[in-house]
């Protein structure tokens, strides 16, 4: 047996075997009215099962195993929530299980009743070496369907960075500027980077930056010393400046810094260092108190646009990339590219939280919308589905085909995916 038992799963929910005619082990006869309902919690595979078994309706639950024996294996036969187990679905059947009760479990044996060609179909599919199992076959998909499957992606995942807002949101008392903060300061560190961001944000209260507003070489103190990058000896009077700020900032409100080690400037572009992106964060919180407040009142892709552009950070960063060495010419605002990231990854996502949360469908609807108005990602992994013939037409589509190769193709679960399964169907 060269499959999982999920391959069972499939065959048996879209009853992709020869139904009729069929017989337990027992000998009884079984006609299947209803194969049941998935189950994604603990217990029997299959819920709500209708059958008829010997002539007599059976309703309850299917429990699915490559081998009959592996009920033991699981240890099925000490679990009181399969006593209502009315059909024991396997590929092989090496050992009769009986309920506690002594009655016998019938058993229905799969191994000769789907064709063999499923099964080839289903290994060449997992067991491709294509970037995505599905990328020289997914251009023979109905487009209707691969944007349907996209969509349901693209909820799915609006859903699970929802719930991390909330659970942060939960942290701070229901303060929804602090964690838009959280969040954003994420963000800001894109892939490489993100990680320290949040140490950053998490180490320093968006409560003490606003105390600073009015003073920006105090804003600024307060994030590159919490960032770590000022305990080296500096010739330049900017960081100099800098460090005599954080040192008496630092006492009063008795703050830890993150450490210098975890930022990441290897195989970056200098425009990508941390340093000159933490220059633009901070100027980004100077330009704009209550900034979820602000994006909150912003209804245009537009609008957002300006607000993340034209950023007032310290002419310090025209010539440096760092504290140490001088540059040339440094192009300290965000580049397109990076303003349409941090709108994709923070600003759509607060705008549909918060339509969730205070249950409000034009807030999440609006949060769609401007995914849809947002030019889609270009990266390796979209890249290579749009070479396989997947339209990404827009950033919802490209989240969509994040999700889905994080989750689905990444992991090979075509079985769960709607287009692994029409194509298997085929």
Known sequence: MRFPESFLHFIWQFRLFQALNLFCTTGESLSIQAVGMPNKNAGPDFTQAKLSIGGHIWVGDVEIHLKSSDWF?????????YDAVILHVVYEHDRQIYRKDGSEIPVLILKELFPESLLIHYEGLVNS???????????????????GVLSRMMITRLAQKSEQVFEHLAKVNGDWESTFYHFLAKSFGFKVNAIPFELLAASLPLSVIRK???????????????????SATFKDTYPRELKKEYR??????????IGVAAWRFLRMRPQNFPTLRLAQFCALLLKSDRLFSKVMELEELPELKTLLQNLPVNPYWTTHYHFHKEAKKVEIQLGTGSVFHLIINAICLFVSAYGKYSDQPDLINRGLQLLEETPAESNVITRSYQQAGVRIDNAFFSQAVLQINKYYCAQKKCLNCGIGIKILNQ
């Open 248 to 257: 008496f900032l630092q006492k009063k409100y008795g703050l830890i810094p």
């Open 73 to 81: 294996l699981h240890g099925h036969q000490d679990d009181s929530g």
């Open 212 to 230: 600073h507003l009015d003073h920006p070489l105090q804003v600024e103190a307060l994030v590159f010393g919490q960032a770590g990058f000022l």
């Open 129 to 147: 070496v294509h970037t995505f199992p599905c990328e020289k076959l997914i251009h023979g998909i109905d487009a209707v369907i691969v944007n």
